[in-house]
T-cell receptor, first 115, second 114 residues
């Protein structure tokens, strides 16, 4: 069973640029959630995708957008990067028998630094 | 609305000592509660979860937590700390709803000294 994988693991961007982060969900999972973890903070929910549709969104501006593909992999796009977007971005998958328990399986994250 | 509060951003214990990490929750509906552990430069790993079954929940690596509704608490304990337990620990809550969105606390860093 393949776990959740994310790419890239680290990247550096400058203010105003755009970034795309990628996530492959765990085998058999149809739901992908994205979280932002700023330094010294707990993860904050960005949004969730279920069967290619956005299925919930946290308090993040529209420049944070996402996609889910038919194979349930997902992308997180952030436009017009700001310094405060520097964080660890975590992808988590869930689904199947775990869908109603909230159990999420996390990847190792993509660490974004905005200069 | 749901929230969790973790008391203490850092907890220091000696190897072999009791570990107690505190978490209090606020939820308008019966909650599902979780503890996750994060090792440096890694993602989050589930330690244990409460999903309205037994109030005392046993997890991996010798950790356990007790759900106390009267105290709105879900504290994490381990009888004897090991050096490898040094990590950051997050308490999280979700509603019993169709989509599984977690609300995390700010985390508690556990430091274990020899």
């Amino acid at each position: 069973e393949t776990g959740v994988t994310q790419s890239p693991t680290h990247l550096i961007k400058t203010r105003g640029q755009q970034v795309t982060l990628r996530c492959s969900s765990q085998s058999g999972h149809n739901t992908v959630s994205w979280y932002q973890q700023a330094l010294g903070q707990g993860p904050q929910f960005i949004f969730q995708y279920y069967r290619e549709e956005e299925n919930g969104r946290g308090n993040f501006p529209p420049r944070f957008s996402g996609l889910q593909f038919p194979n349930y992999s997902s992308e997180l796009n952030v436009n017009a990067l700001e310094l405060d977007d520097s964080a660890l971005y975590l992808c988590a998958s869930s689904g199947g028998g775990n869908a109603n328990t909230g159990e999420l399986f996390f990847g190792e994250g993509s660490r974004l630094t905005v200069l | 609305a749901q929230s969790v509060t973790q008391l203490g951003s850092h907890v220091s214990v000696s190897e072999g000592a009791l570990v107690l990490l505190r978490c209090n929750y606020s939820s308008s509906v019966p909650p599902y509660l979780f503890w996750y552990v994060q090792y440096p430069n890694q993602g989050l790993q589930l330690l244990l979860k409460y999903t309205s079954a037994a109030t005392l929940v046993k997890g991996i690596n010798g950790f356990e937590a007790e759900f106390k509704k009267s105290e709105t608490s879900f504290h994490l304990t381990k009888p004897s700390a090991h050096m490898s337990d040094a990590a950051e620990y997050f308490c999280a809550v979700t509603r019993n709803s169709g989509y599984s969105t977690l609300t995390f606390g700010k985390g508690t860093m556990l430091l274990v000294s020899p």
